[in-house]
Structures are given as C-alpha cells and as structure tokens.
C-alpha cells in the first residue's frame, strides 16, 4: 500500500481532521512554551519515575537539570515543527520524525554542565537510561528510523477529562498511518496503560528501576515500552514486522 505523502512531503497538523465542536490542535508555537512547561510539571508532579530522580536522598535543588533540558527540548520540537497543542499550551503533544543529531549535541552539553544534580540523582538517571537502552533493543532490535517516538504528552490537571490527551495522541497516531510507521513510547505511569491501549498500543517490553538501590524505600518503578502498528482507513493493521509484538521483561540489572 503506498503512502498518500512522498518521501519529500511530511503531514502536519493542518492534515489531521476535526470534527466540530472537538478540541482545535495546532502547532506549537515559541510563545505556548512557557504555559507548556507549567503544564508539565503539574501532569508529572507526582510521576514515579521523575519522583524517584526528584527526590534522591541527597538531592539539593530538586531536578534542574530535567527543567533545563525539557525548555531546550521544546524549543527543538517547535523548531522542527515537531510540537501540537489544544489551548495554547493546557495540552501538547511532541513527537519525534527521524532522529535529529542535534538532540546528540544538546543534551549531552547539558549533562556535561550539570552541576546542580547529586551524585545519586546522576545514578538514577543513569540506571534509567542504561536499562531503557536494553528494553529497546529487546523490543526494537537496532533501527528505529521507520519509527515515530512519541516523547511527550501532557494535559493539565484543570483540562483533564476533556479529551486533550485523546485528541492530541489521535493527531500524532493520525500521521502515522498516513506514513505507515509505528509509534512507540514509555510510559513510567501505569495508570496511563489502559489510556494508551484505547489509542493501539502494545506493550512490548517492560523494566523496572529503584528494584536493587538501596535508597529507595518505595516499591520499584514499572517502565513500558509501547507500540502502535500503523492502520489503514478501513481499520485494518497494516503489515509490518509482527516478530516483535511480544510482551518481554528485561531482567533487572543487580
């Protein structure tokens, strides 16, 4: 089945129809990063897994690197074009196309200048990322290029209830089928499960962390890797690789 877009032609959300009286998604613009942002941090303040990093026992100004890196994340994704919103900022969505080698840039400057982590939120955030790097390749295999990462999706707790986030996820699932590419995700939350299976999505693999560190004294962290097959316009899953649509568990790390 052939793509409606050329390799040369991307969809936007000026393609992504709505029916009246739905929520209006458009792009992000660089004046609704700061309602963005303030939206964040109210939809994830009580997120396990930014939780277990946030409130590391040596921790001295909460987590200022995240803070820093997701304004310079914006900032990209709104560059790039790559950034939905409902109100101005109440809800967004941001996503990732291909890889932007930017992004290997950025945020390893950003790392080697933090200075305001401690040294155990740097091995939380490390122990994160080295077993998410694991459950990708459990789950993925090396290429991720005909893939699209959802990276972000938040609501603000006022706007919750409305179907921003239902409306926002659909605009981004929406571009994907007209490409016929995947979408995948984490998810640190569990209460999001059942939300993301509505929209498609699978769990593929899934890790834990917090299980073997000491100075974390609440229950581990469950972290799923999600991913949705594109759909055709009749519904129907169009043809991909399936070999990898099983649920796998990425032993812990002792």
């Keep these: 089945m052939s793509s409606p877009y050329s390799v040369h032609e991307r969809p936007t959300a000026s393609d992504v129809r709505s029916s009246p009286g739905a929520p209006t998604v458009k792009p992000m613009g660089y004046a609704h990063i700061f309602t963005s942002v303030r939206t964040e941090n109210a939809a994830f303040e009580n997120d396990p897994l930014l939780r277990y990093v946030r409130n590391a026992p040596d921790a001295r100004f909460g987590d200022i690197y995240r803070a820093v890196a997701f304004v310079a994340q914006l900032v990209l994704d709104v560059h790039r074009e790559e950034a939905l919103t409902i109100g101005n900022g109440d809800a967004f969505v941001t996503y990732l196309l291909k890889e932007d080698p930017f992004y290997g840039v950025v945020f390893p400057l950003l790392k080697k200048l933090d200075v305001f982590s401690s040294p155990e939120q740097h091995r939380r955030r490390t122990e994160w990322f080295e077993k998410r790097q694991v459950a990708f390749k ?117």
Excluded: C
């Design 138 to 254: 459990e789950a993925f295999g090396e290429n991720l290029d005909d893939m699209i990462y959802l990276m972000e999706l938040a609501t603000s707790p006022q706007k919750q209830g409305l179907g921003y986030g239902s409306k926002l996820i659909q605009a981004v699932t929406d571009l994907a089928d007209a490409t016929e590419r995947r979408v995948w995700l984490t998810s640190s939350n569990v209460a999001n499960t059942t939300f993301y299976e509505h929209a498609g999505f699978v769990t593929l693999a899934e890790f834990t962390v917090g299980d073997s560190n000491p100075t974390w004294t609440e229950s581990p962290i469950r972290v799923q890797i999600m991913s949705r097959e594109p759909r055709r316009p009749d519904g129907l899953i169009v043809s991909t690789d399936m070999s990898n649509l099983i649920r796998r568990r990425v032993p812990s790390q002792r």
